[in-house]
């Protein structure tokens, strides 16, 4: 009888922190919890950070994940947006750590190429495939920030909790080269 596993997917954000969590049993995908963090309302980026540690911490001693998914920032054309991007996923990553749950982070091409097979889908197209992935009758928010840690999570479980460098491929010459495993 295999175990269950949980996995926490976060998407962080000094505006918005969104998270998901599933729990996947003899292979099989179910939504366990979704919701958001709104931080922008708060008056600094110190504060925010608090905050972000403190529901991390609480969201893993409530839900006992195995591991923790985390979106890595991606690079714009504002530099402190970035920085503050990254701060807010180190906060998340040294809460997990505190509590010594493993920790992936995942690129959003990767992510969105997880759920959906094409990596600049949008977020509403991501949110419309977690709900066909986990047999959803209604998505339970609107809030793609939500929908985007659950997506996090969801990309973890399809590379089965294993870190995995992305890699760029010109052709699928080039793609087999690189996979001789996955030709059957």
């Known amino acids: 009888m295999q175990a269950e596993r949980i996995i926490l997917g976060i998407d962080p954000g000094t505006a918005v ?40 911490l609480a969201l893993i001693d409530e839900y006992h994940p195995d591991e923790v998914a ?7 054309k504002n530099v402190q947006s970035m920085l503050k991007l990254g701060r807010a996923q180190g906060v998340a990553m040294a809460a997990s750590l505190y509590r010594d749950v493993p920790i992936t982070e995942y690129s959003p091409k990767k992510i969105k190429m997880a ?9 509403e197209q991501v949110a419309g495939m977690l709900k066909n992935l986990l047999k959803l009758k209604e998505f339970p928010t609107k809030h793609l920030d939500a929908s985007d840690g659950l997506a996090v999570a969801v990309c973890h479980y399809f590379n089965s909790g294993k870190s995995v460098h992305e890699k760029s491929y010109s052709g699928w010459e080039s793609f087999l080269k690189q996979n001789p495993d996955r030709l059957k």
């Not at 919701?35 to 540690?53: Q, S, V």
């Not at 985390?70 to 714009?76: C, I, N, S, T, W």
């Not at 759920?115 to 977020?123: E, F, L």
């Open 17 to 56: 922190m969104g998270f998901g969590i599933i729990s996947v049993k003899s292979g099989k995908m179910e939504l366990v919890a979704i919701h958001e963090l709104i931080l922008k309302k708060l008056e600094n980026h110190e504060i925010k950070l608090k905050k972000i540690f403190e529901r991390t």
């Open 115 to 123: 759920i959906t097979g094409n990596g600049n889908a949008s977020k």
């Open 70 to 76: 985390l979106e890595a920032p991606f690079y714009g």
